[in-house]
């Protein structure tokens, strides 16, 4: 990293850059420790993927379509991130089944993790779009670096100097083939498509259900205009000097295809490249490769 003021606001965990604010020795000692419980339910995400629409969309799916979760408890407390600091607190008042959330590499989850039979929900965005909300979101956070421009953050993000490490390293760790049936693979693309086909093929891997009626209303509870209007989820509950919404939104755009507004034909070759050449080996196909 370049300079002293950016070093401060990271430590390195394993490779991984994590910002001090969130993640401590603690917290990260408290994590790795972390007993599983066989119901759990993690929604496990490269940052910037869709991890506040799961942290929506797994507690209707519990609540069997009550709105009472969503409306009353902030995303960050009704599914916690384990590894984060305020985890221990926030997870000893959870209900069973517990809904948890990781931004973590699938080989740096808890020793139990690996044993039980915790369900995963793990959502792949297109890494180009990644790297678009993300900048965006270093513009707001403070409790990141300054991006710097956009083709320097880019920079940066293909090395994996950033938060969670390279976006390439984190989909291939969790396409263990040990993991086996107890992972969903879903992407950002398919949810913003048919948003209702994707929840219903979440209820089918919970083994869940709703009335074709509360799926209905669940769906549309879920949409972008409506998540941004929440105030347990959009984020708008932070601090101006930790999140701060002058700067652009946490509910930024929410579609497919904006780094089509970010990047300069060489930056896509160049992205291209480097996410063909470490991917290449994995048999892995996303619906936004090219053909
Ligand atoms: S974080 O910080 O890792 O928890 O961020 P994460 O929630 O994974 O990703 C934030 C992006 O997801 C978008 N988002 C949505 N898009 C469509 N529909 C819904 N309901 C939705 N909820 C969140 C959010 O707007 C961020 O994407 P961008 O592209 O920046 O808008």
């Known amino acids: 990293m370049s300079c002293n003021q950016e070093i401060k606001k990271y430590f390195v965990y394993h490779g991984i850059f994590l910002p001090k604010m969130a993640y401590s020795e603690n917290s990260l000692n408290y994590f790795k420790a972390f007993k599983i419980q066989e119901d759990d339910i993690f929604i496990t995400t490269y ?13 209707l799916i519990l609540s069997g379509g009550d709105f009472t979760p969503v409306q009353t408890i902030p995303n960050w407390e009704r599914v916690p991130w384990v590894e984060e600091k305020r985890a221990a607190q926030l997870i000893d008042k959870l209900g069973s089944p517990r809904a948890l959330a990781s931004h973590m590499p699938y ?21 180009k779009d990644v790297l678009v909300s993300s900048f965006h979101f270093h513009r707001m956070a403070s ?9 320097e953050f880019a920079e940066k993000f293909l090395a994996g100097q950033v938060f969670f ?25 398919e949810m913003i498509q048919d948003l209702r086909g994707a929840i219903g093929r979440i209820l089918c891997f919970l083994g869940r ?3 074709a009626d509360a799926l209905d209303r669940v769906t549309e509870h879920c949409q972008f205009k409506n998540m941004k209007q929440n105030t347990m989820s959009n984020y708008s509950l932070v601090p101006k000097h930790l999140m ?13 295809g904006d780094w089509k507004n970010h990047f300069s034909p060489e930056l896509e070759m160049k992205f291209n490249a480097a996410i063909h050449e470490e991917m290449k080996e994995t048999g892995i196909n996303f619906p936004w490769d090219e053909k």
Do not use: C
């Open 165 to 189: 490490g390279k976006w390439t390293d984190h989909v291939k760790s969790w396409r263990n083939p040990e993991i086996g049936d107890r992972i969903l693979y879903i992407t950002y693309e």
């Open 209 to 211: 259900q709703l009335s």
């Open 107 to 127: 080989h740096l989850m808890p020793s139990t993790f690996f044993s039980s039979k915790a369900k995963i929900i793990y959502v792949t965005r297109n890494p």
């Open 244 to 256: 701060d919404s002058s700067k652009s939104h946490f509910f930024r755009k929410g579609n497919v």
């Open 143 to 151: 409790f990141l670096d300054d991006p710097g421009t956009f083709e």
């Open 47 to 59: 940052p910037k993927s869709g991890t506040t629409w799961m942290q929506e969309i797994i507690p």
